[in-house]
T-cell receptor, first 111, second 113 residues
Framework: NAGVMQNPRHLVRRRGQEARLRCSPM?????VYWYRQLPEEGLKFMVY????????ESGMPKERFSAEFPKEGPSILRIQQVVRGDSAAYFC?????????FGPGTRLTVL | DAKTTQPTSMDCAEGRAANLPCNHS???????VYWYRQIHSQGPQYIIH???NNETNEMASLIITEDRKSSTLILPHATLRDTAVYYC??????????????FGTGTSLTVIP
């Protein structure tokens, strides 16, 4: 059983471009969480999704950020018009119900 | 937000037991205590969780006090590969939310040869 997959592992964008981060949950997991980790800080919750539904997006900035978890395919975290402050590691976790299992993360660098 | 308090850093000699404390004095009766660790910049790794009874698995033991206001993660024989940041997390389950995990700054454990 493969673990949580995230791609790309590293992403470089220039200011104003769009960033798309993908997360494939573990088989059988229908819950997906996204977290952001700034350098030297802990993980901050962003959004929680179930298939085709956003359950809780209280940790996600209101502008430029969006997330989806379609019926088929991976969950996508989308950041529009990136700024330097968006540079961080973005981790996805999947869960069958309670325990969360994390992917290796995507490191976004905004130039 | 985090609802937990951990020491910022700890050292442990290789081969000895590492005891990592966590205070969660405002924990509710139906909230679980979870432990994760993050090695360097990798994704957090699940270690163990519990509600009120002590728990043990192949990685560690979790001791929860009777009043549930604190807990201790025990790595019985620490190795150099156990050097990591350890997060103690209280699982919050809200009416319209999922199992949100609040990560604090954790305890940076250094295992010394």
């Amino acid at each position: 059983n493969a673990g949580v997959m995230q791609n790309p592992r590293h992403l470089v964008r220039r200011r104003g471009q769009e960033a798309r981060l993908r997360c494939s949950p573990m088989k059988g997991h229908s819950h997906v969480y996204w977290y952001r980790q700034l350098p030297e800080e802990g993980l901050k919750f962003m959004v929680y999704l179930q298939k085709e539904n956003i359950i809780d997006e209280s940790g996600m900035p209101k502008e430029r950020f969006s997330a989806e978890f379609p019926k088929e395919g991976p969950s996508i975290l989308r950041i529009q018009q990136v700024v330097r402050g968006d540079s961080a590691a973005y981790f996805c976790a999947s869960s069958p119900l309670d325990t969360q299992y994390f992917g290796p993360g995507t490191r976004l660098t905004v130039l | 937000d985090a609802k937990t308090t951990q020491p910022t850093s700890m050292d442990c000699a290789e081969g000895r037991a590492a005891n990592l404390p966590c205070n969660h004095s405002t924990i509710s009766g139906n909230e679980y205590v979870y432990w994760y660790r993050q090695i360097h910049s990798q994704g957090p790794q699940y270690i163990i969780h519990g509600l009120k009874n002590n728990e043990t698995n192949e990685m560690a033991s979790l001791i929860i006090t009777e009043d549930r206001k604190s807990s201790t993660l025990i790595l019985p024989h620490a190795t150099l590969r156990d050097t990591a940041v350890y997060y103690c997390i209280v699982r919050v389950v809200g009416l319209n939310t999922g199992n949100q995990f609040y990560f604090g700054t954790g305890t940076s454990l250094t295992v010394i040869p």
